[in-house]
């Protein structure tokens, strides 16, 4: 159990915002292999207030998609309220977070995202006019620096966001220069969790159960972040959950389990008719090729799956795909 400023959530151990990949379909998947939260993928913020209410795909309310949390991508503390509201007319997550993690240009040149972790003065705005106007906790995903890492400038800034009223921080251990590549820096996660006494999640290849200890372990941070190690393994929440309990590693998912698994998503994905149908197939597919990647001749079946047009061809392709 963990307490996001009013709000007690039953796991330290979160699905990590993953735009353009955690829709509803995955975060259901997660949900039933243990992610006790998981966010919506990351809105825009002017996209939401232009949308008025319109953004229903992005936030399909479901009632096994609880407890969900929201993230923003804003620059702007005015709109992003704006924002906050309109969203919150739609659904009702357990906390907003703002994005300052993104590295992507296009979200460099409106100086938002990851851009905060040079100039945070806005980000503190941010904070402060959401915190003192909704009634419900704000967070901040950052990142550790932008081209380089200075742990004074870090604490400054972590510190500054705990005074501007944020409830939790969440810290992917990568600079902006680093994007989603090489080391994650556990000090700094660490030197951000003593600067505060918010609850500090670390992020960055948390990517099996024995990533995950080492993430507690090297930063003692309040709980985790899991992104790319839940792709095609939805399970590694029960197995992280269990490890940290037993210390007993896993045992191998089954080949038979991971069709399985995967067909499920695929038929969600199909169900739930979230994605627009322009890019329904490319998603699917995509999924699809995360779960099946370390199958017998692997290569071979990625060629095989890439040309399929429907939904139909796709399941009877995974179905005759032999387990030995
Ligand atoms: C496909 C993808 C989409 C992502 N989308 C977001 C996002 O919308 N917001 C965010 O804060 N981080 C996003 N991230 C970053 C992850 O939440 C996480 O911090 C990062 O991948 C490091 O964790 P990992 O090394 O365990 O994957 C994304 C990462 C990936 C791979």
């Known amino acids: 159990m963990i307490k996001i400023g009013s709000r007690a959530i039953d796991t330290n151990i979160f699905l990590a915002p993953l735009a353009g990949c955690a829709d509803l379909s995955y975060r259901l998947v997660c949900r039933e292999h243990g992610a006790g939260l998981a966010f919506y993928e990351m809105a825009d913020v002017n996209s939401i207030v232009r949308a008025q209410g319109k953004n229903k795909d992005l936030f399909m309310p479901h009632p096994d998609d609880r407890p969900v949390a929201a993230q923003l991508l804003g620059s702007e503390p005015e709109l992003t309220l704006e924002a906050a509201r309109c969203l919150l007319a739609l659904v009702k997550p357990v906390f907003?977070?703002?994005?300052a993690a993104c590295p992507v240009k296009k979200v460099m040149?409106?100086?938002?995202?990851?851009?905060?972790?040079?100039?945070?003065?806005?980000?503190?705005?941010?904070?402060?006019?959401?915190a003192a106007n909704l009634d419900l906790p704000v967070t901040v995903k950052m990142r550790v620096g932008f081209n380089h890492i200075d742990q004074n400038h870090l604490v400054s800034l972590a510190k500054n966001l705990e005074k501007a009223g944020a409830a939790a921080l969440f810290v992917h251990g990568r600079t902006r220069r680093q994007l989603y590549h090489g080391k994650v820096d556990y000090p700094s996660i660490r030197a951000?969790?003593?600067?505060?006494?918010i609850p500090v999640f670390g992020s960055g290849d948390v990517l099996s159960p024995q990533l995950a200890k080492k993430m507690f372990e090297e930063t003692g941070c309040d709980g985790i972040l899991v992104a790319?190690?839940?792709?095609?393994?939805?399970?590694?929440?029960?197995q992280i959950r269990d490890y940290l309990k037993t210390g007993v590693l896993p045992e191998q998912v089954t080949l038979e389990r991971k069709k399985r698994v995967l067909l499920r998503h695929?038929?969600?994905?199909?169900?739930?008719?979230?994605?627009r149908p322009s890019n329904k197939m490319g998603l699917m597919r995509k999924m699809a090729l995360y779960y099946l990647y370390d199958f017998p001749n692997a290569a071979k079946i990625r060629g095989s799956i890439t040309?399929?047009?429907?939904?139909?061809?796709?399941?009877?392709?995974?179905?005759?795909?032999p387990l030995g």
């Open 96 to 99: 907003i977070d703002i994005n």
């Open 109 to 130: 040149k409106k100086r938002s995202g990851a851009y905060f972790m040079l100039e945070p003065d806005r980000l503190y705005r941010i904070v402060e006019k959401l």
């Open 192 to 197: 951000v969790k003593r600067a505060v006494s």
């Open 228 to 238: 790319r190690g839940s792709q095609g393994s939805p399970w590694i929440f029960d």
């Open 266 to 275: 695929l038929e969600y994905m199909q169900e739930l008719r979230q994605s």
């Open 307 to 321: 040309p399929l047009k429907s939904y139909k061809a796709l399941v009877e392709k995974i179905e005759g795909i």
